[in-house]
């Protein structure tokens, strides 16, 4: 009987821990991704109180998207959404790090305030 290394019983520990994580990946990400595509190719909407389809139209939402010319409006409005949400984000959380980190500041639980930021509470 052959015996199994004490490194492939501690590695199956890594492969458990990152189960969560995929798990969430996929119902968050994957899961909601696949829906709009595929919804992507009915047309769905409300007049009214009245609910019209979902009705199979195809790739008409795309070509409609592509050649009723708002695609660059669309693309303005996504860059300015980043740049006033993503920059100002990274500069809070750059800052913040700095403060946290400053050896001189000797600021009182700092490594829970750490804790927190980590987890994003």
């Known amino acids: 009987m052959k015996k199994r290394s004490k490194a492939v019983r501690y590695n199956k520990w ?5 189960i969560p994580f995929f798990l969430v990946y996929i119902v968050f990400q994957l899961i909601p991704l696949f829906t709009t595509i595929y919804n992507s190719f009915f047309e769905n909407y ?4 009245m609910q019209i389809g979902p009705n199979f139209v ?4 795309y070509t409609k998207l592509f050649t009723g010319g708002d695609i660059w409006q669309y693309a303005k409005n996504t860059m300015v959404m ?6 100002p984000q990274i500069l809070l959380s750059l800052i913040l790090g700095a403060w946290f980190s400053d050896v001189r500041l000797r600021l009182k639980e700092a490594d829970s305030l750490r804790l927190l930021f980590i987890c994003q509470i």
């Open 58 to 61: 195809g790739l008409e939402n």
């Open 82 to 87: 980043w740049l006033m949400c993503f920059i």
């Open 46 to 49: 409300r007049s009214g109180l």
């Open 14 to 18: 890594g492969y458990i821990f990152l």
